[in-house]
Structure formats: structure tokens, C-alpha cells
């Protein structure tokens, strides 16, 4: 299996753009998270999808912010207007099921904002 | 809400030695699960361990060992013959029973090995 894979891998913007972050879980997970890391906030939980229904978004920063999971092998995040403080690198991860189970996490996309 | 304290930001070890690093979590949920994810420089989030609250005895993977203290709320990690690879920040997490196994993370302990 490839793992989670997500696209691209490092994105330079400048501010104002609109930004798409992808991402590809691993084949029979089910719920699919979206993650922020920061060196001021640590890693922080944006979004949750379980069975592509978002059931979780209170982690999503503002209304800039919005997600989809239009099927069961894709999700995006996309960031409209983004901003210089959205400078982050931005992990996907997917897991099967229950609490126990491990998240597999993609390798991130580093996203800076200029 | 629950939250997780990893209290020690940066610690070192000389290779082949023993390292501990804590964490502690605070939660009112009787049914929950505990993880330490490693990240290497490459940034890939990996798990190490993980360990079910109702279960008394500490999980162990080779040379990584927990030692959990329930009615502490404490987590520690045990790394064993620390070896160059080890090297990475290691994080913290807890998913409540009743949180949908969404992860909250510590902030993390950053780990050095010493040749």
C-alpha cells in the first residue's frame, strides 16, 4: 500500500491566493483527518471526516477555511484568501474505525504564505 | 475538553543508554487510549506505541515501553538502548471512547542522541 498520500509537498504562495491542499487515504480507512503543525501551536486538529461526513470541524480556523471529502479516496482542504500566519505544514491521515486504531499519517505539505 | 502535557521540550541521551519522557493528559472519561507518534526529520508522523486504558498491564514494542499511571494520569515513554535513529520529536496523544478517535496532541519532546 502507499500509504496516505498527499500533494504537493511544499507550496509558496502570496497572499490573497487561493490554496488546495490533497489528499489520499489508504484504501478501506474511513475516517480521515486534517492536521496543522506550528512551532507556536504544536499539532492541532482542524477537521474529521468519518465515511466522507464531516463530523467534526471546530478545529477549522475561520471561514477562510473549508474542506470536502467527496468520496472515500479524496479529500481536500483549500484555504481562500490564504494568509502570511497560515504558514504551516499541513498533515492528512486516515484510519479504519475505532478510537484504538492508529492514524496513518501522509508526509505533510508545507505550505508558506509570503 | 482534554488536554496533554509534555512538560520536558527537549532532552538527550548517549546512545545505547536509557531515556524517559513524560507526559500527562487530563480527562474525565473513564474509556480512552494513549499513543506516542515519533517524527523524524523527515516529518512523517510515525506510531511507536500505544496503550488501552482498562488494560493494567504496560505495552511494550522491543526497546519502547510505557509506564502508565491511571490514577496519575501519566504516560511516560521508556526508550532502551537509545540508538542514532532515535533521534526525532516524539508526541504525545489521547483519543477518548467518546471522541471519535480524534487525536489531542501534547506539544511534544524533542530527542538528541549523543554517539
Known amino acids: 500500500d502507499a500509504g496516505v498520500i498527499q500533494s504537493p509537498r511544499h507550496e509558496v504562495t502570496e497572499m490573497g491566493q487561493e490554496v488546495t491542499l490533497r489528499c489520499k487515504p489508504i484504501?478501506?480507512?474511513?475516517?480521515l483527518f486534517w492536521y496543522r503543525q506550528t512551532m507556536m501551536r504544536g499539532l492541532e486538529l482542524l477537521i474529521y471526516?468519518?465515511?466522507?461526513?464531516?463530523?467534526?470541524d471546530s478545529g477549522m480556523p475561520e471561514d477562510r477555511f473549508s474542506a470536502k471529502m467527496p468520496n472515500a479516496s479524496f479529500s481536500t482542504l483549500k484555504i481562500q484568501p490564504s494568509e502570511p500566519r497560515d504558514s504551516a505544514v499541513y498533515f492528512c491521515?486516515?484510519?479504519?474505525?475505532?478510537?484504538?486504531?492508529?492514524?496513518?499519517f501522509g508526509p505533510g505539505t508545507r505550505l508558506t504564505v509570503l | 475538553a482534554q488536554t496533554v502535557t509534555q512538560s520536558q521540550p527537549e532532552m538527550s541521551v548517549q546512545e545505547a543508554e536509557t531515556v524517559t519522557l513524560s507526559c500527562t493528559y487530563d480527562?474525565?472519561?473513564?474509556?480512552?487510549?494513549l499513543f506516542w507518534y515519533k517524527q523524524p526529520p523527515s516529518r512523517q508522523m510515525i506510531l511507536v506505541i500505544r496503550?488501552?486504558?482498562?488494560?493494567?498491564q504496560n505495552a511494550t514494542e522491543n526497546r519502547f515501553s510505557v509506564n502508565f499511571q491511571k490514577a496519575a494520569k501519566s504516560f511516560s515513554l521508556k526508550i532502551s538502548d537509545s540508538q542514532l535513529g532515535d533521534a526525532a520529536m516524539y508526541f504525545c496523544?489521547?483519543?477518548?471512547?467518546?471522541?471519535?478517535?480524534?487525536?489531542?496532541f501534547g506539544g511534544g519532546t524533542r530527542l538528541m542522541v549523543k554517539p
Open positions: 491521515a486516515s484510519s479504519l474505525g475505532s478510537s484504538y486504531n492508529e492514524q496513518f
Open positions: 484504501s478501506g480507512h474511513n475516517s
Open positions: 471526516f468519518n465515511n466522507n461526513v464531516p463530523i467534526d
Open positions: 480527562t474525565s472519561e473513564s474509556d480512552y487510549y
Open positions: 496503550q488501552e486504558a482498562y488494560k493494567q
Open positions: 496523544a489521547y483519543t477518548g471512547d467518546n471522541a471519535g478517535n480524534m487525536l489531542t
